[in-house]
T-cell receptor, first 113, second 112 residues
Framework: DAGVIQSPRHEVTEMGQEVTLRCKPI?????LFWYRQTMMRGLELLIY????????DSGMPEDRFSAKMPNASFSTLKIQPSEPRDSAVYFC???????????FGPGTRLTVT | KQEVTQIPAALSVPEGENLVLNCSFTDSAIYNLQWFRQDPGKGLTSLLLIQSSQREQTSGRLNASLDKSSGRSTLYIAASQPGDSATYLC???????????FGAGTQVVVTP
């Protein structure tokens, strides 16, 4: 049974470039969460979806960040333009409505130079 | 605003000793509390989930207790092993959507 899949695992880009992070949730899960982890701020929730609909994006730091979920098996988190302070590990997690247990992907380590 | 605190930030114990990890939260109106494990460079693995109506959950050598009124949860790991070395995070959910607020974690090292 495949877990949450994220790509790429590592991304190095220059300031000002567009970055797109991808996530495939576990099949049958109808909630998807995007988190960011940094040493300074720990794990922070950015946005989450239920049945592909964004429910709460209050954690998205700026308008430079956007997220979409075009179907039940795919979501993207886009940063445009990227800045060095966006450097972090970005995690995607999913869960089913019936349970509250969240399953995390391996994360994407983003470095913006 | 809910705040989640984990003390200590780091812990080192010899193999075989029991581990006791603490988590406290400021708002007792939680839906549930989860304990996760994170290995270096990896994602989070869910260990235990305690619903607000429960007092404890057990899985193998792991036992987690919840005292909502005092805003505390404790994760016990019996007979620690070097493979238990990792960072342990607790997270609380304050609504039915399940969004989590995390503590900063406790980094555990179990020495052989």
């Amino acid at each position: 049974d495949a877990g949450v899949i994220q790509s790429p695992r590592h991304e190095v880009t220059e300031m000002g470039q567009e970055v797109t992070l991808r996530c495939k949730p576990i099949s049958g899960h109808d909630y998807l969460f995007w988190y960011r982890q940094t040493m300074m701020r720990g794990l922070e929730l950015l946005i989450y979806f239920n049945n592909n609909v964004p429910i709460d994006d209050s954690g998205m730091p700026e308008d430079r960040f956007s997220a979409k979920m075009p179907n039940a098996s795919f979501s993207t988190l886009k940063i445009q333009p990227s800045e060095p302070r966006d450097s972090a590990v970005y995690f995607c997690a999913s869960r089913r409505t019936a349970t509250y247990e969240q399953y995390f992907g391996p994360g994407t380590r983003l470095t913006v130079t | 605003k809910q705040e989640v605190t984990q003390i200590p930030a780091a812990l080192s114990v010899p193999e075989g000793e029991n581990l006791v990890l603490n988590c406290s939260f400021t708002d007792s109106a939680i839906y549930n509390l989860q304990w996760f494990r994170q290995d270096p460079g990896k994602g989070l693995t869910s260990l235990l989930l305690i619903q607000s109506s429960q007092r404890e959950q057990t899985s193998g050598r792991l036992n987690a207790s919840l005292d909502k009124s005092s805003g505390r949860s404790t994760l016990y790991i019996a007979a620690s092993q070097p493979g238990d070395s990792a960072t342990y995070l607790c997270a609380v959910s304050t609504d039915s959507w399940g969004k989590l607020q995390f503590g900063a974690g406790t980094q555990v090292v179990v020495t052989p």
